[in-house]
Nanobody
Framework: QVQLVESGGGLVQPGGSLRLSCAAS????????MGWYRRPPGKQRELVAR???????NYADSVKGRFTISRDNAKRTVYLQMNSLKPEDTAIYYC???????WGQGTQVTVSS
């Protein structure tokens, strides 16, 4: 059983930054692709960014150039650095372990003045 625990969400003004963290329990973290998804209010969950075990990354077009995904295998943690935040980034952000399909409980990010 794997547990994924997100942290770092909160309220931030437009143009601000946040860094989300997702800490994983269990073994073999380094072999899995990890992803960040989000569910905006009233919308479906969507992929934000993913990072493979080799460090290759993919981003949604809406966040390219603003968000950066990274991982620290020694700490079994994946990060999402979010800069230049916009109101449309408001959502619940979820961490996902791709090959096992485990999900975290989510962390709320609200971008508002």
């Amino acid at each position: 059983q794997v547990q994924l625990v997100e942290s770092g969400g909160g309220l931030v003004q437009p143009g601000g930054s946040l860094r989300l963290s997702c800490a994983a329990s269990g073994s073999f973290f380094s072999i899995y692709t990890m992803g960040w998804y989000r569910r905006p209010p009233g919308k479906q969950r969507e992929l934000v960014a993913r990072i493979t075990n080799g460090g290759n990354t993919n981003y949604a077009d809406s966040v390219k150039g603003r968000f950066t995904i990274s991982r620290d295998n020694a700490k079994r943690t994946v990060y999402l650095q979010m800069n230049s935040l916009k109101p449309e980034d408001t959502a619940i952000y979820y961490c996902n372990q791709e090959q096992t399909n485990y999900w975290g409980q989510g962390t709320q990010v609200t971008v508002s003045s």
